[in-house]
């Protein structure tokens, strides 16, 4: 059963890149999270993660993570964590001046509360994320045509408050190590600006690792960045006790 769950993955795998191979939209998101148990109800963690967009041609942002959570109640997980992130970015001009590609640096808090209820085989969980994101200013002095001397602030700080609000429905096959599910997630800010729906599954490879393999599609409002709206995502899980 194990080398048939195996084989599955990897053509699961194939399957959904070379789909994604096919149009010229996509973004492709890897993942490799690890969480230790510490103390009783409480857990620390890290995830690295990159993606990609155009066919892996250009890189779209890279987060380095840190959490701890605590669960007071079996089925409530209160977590906080911290981000650093850089957005990579492309062909900024002013008319003087063209810059190559740069990574933005992005600071970001956040504080979860999930709430998971189990029946059967399925799962269902609720979660609300809080963020608080800031970046940090760029900006270049330079002669201008006159020989004035200027300075282009191409990068300037932002600070902004967002709520996430995350519905994930899964349900475990028995006897075997798949989780499939679904999720749809709402962001917030001051209006609606995008959701996130996704479709995948779980695999359990053993008691201390795991893999889960999705498709995301995103939408956004009118206020929001422009997105590449398909995402082909492959996240690593180590839970060590």
Partial sequence: MKRKSIILLFLMIFTLVSKAESRS????????????????????????EFRTQDH?????????RLL???????WLKLTIGYD??????????????????????????????TGTYS???????????????TDTP?????LDSSGEMQ????????????????????????????SPFISNELFIGRIFEQSRTCAGTGIKINGV???????????KGTSAPKLNNHVICVDYNVKLK
């Fill in 209 to 219: 690792n795991s893999i889960s393999i999705y498709y995301m599609w995103q939408y």
């Fill in 151 to 178: 300075r282009w602030e191409y990068s300037p700080r932002k600070h902004s408050h967002l709520l996430r609000s995350k519905l994930k429905i899964s349900y475990a096959i028995k006897d075997t190590a798949f």
């Fill in 138 to 142: 760029m900006y270049l002095d330079y």
């Fill in 119 to 133: 029946v059967n085989q399925f799962t269902f969980s609720l979660r609300e994320r809080y963020i608080y994101a």
């Fill in 25 to 48: 939209d996509y973004n492709t998101w890897i993942s490799f999270n690890v969480e230790k148990g510490v103390a009783k109800n409480f857990s620390v963690g890290g995830r690295a």
């Fill in 68 to 74: 701890a959570n605590y669960k007071p109640l079996p």
């Fill in 84 to 113: 650093f992130m850089g957005n990579k970015k492309f062909d900024k001009s002013n008319g003087y001046i063209t810059l190559p590609s740069f990574y933005k640096d992005i600071h970001r808090a956040f504080l979860d509360v």
């Fill in 56 to 64: 892996f041609s250009k890189t779209d942002y890279w987060i380095l």
